[in-house]
């Protein structure tokens, strides 16, 4: 039988010898898939950044812009 123990990192612990449970894996993986979740979203959120900072740059005119050939007179 097993109990949960602790608050901020509750563990489980067997209720006849003391001895805490192996951590099961699922939980390990969920972990990991939070940690990737969240740098994937703080890579989107600095991409949106740094093209947003871009596109005003561009409005600005701060940014060289492709030259179209104008027709020469004579």
Same mark, same amino acid.
């Given at each position: 039988?097993?109990?949960?123990?602790?608050?901020?990192?509750? !563990? @489980?612990?067997?209720?006849?010898?003391?001895?805490? %449970?192996?951590?099961? $894996?699922?939980?390990?993986?969920?972990?990991?898939? /939070?940690?990737?979740? !969240? @740098?994937?979203?703080?890579?989107?959120?600095?991409? %949106?950044?740094?093209? $947003?900072?871009?596109?005003?740059?561009?409005?600005? /005119?701060?940014?060289?812009?492709?030259?179209?050939?104008?027709?020469?007179?004579?």
């Amino acid at each position: 039988m097993l109990t949960k123990v602790g608050r901020n990192k509750p !563990m @489980l612990i067997c209720c006849d010898c003391g001895q805490p %449970a192996a951590q099961s $894996s699922s939980e390990r993986q969920r972990r990991i898939h /939070g940690s990737l979740l !969240m @740098l994937a979203l703080a890579a989107v959120a600095g991409i %949106a950044l740094f093209l $947003s900072h871009i596109n005003e740059k561009a409005r600005e /005119g701060l940014l060289p812009t492709e030259k179209t050939e104008q027709p020469q007179e004579e």
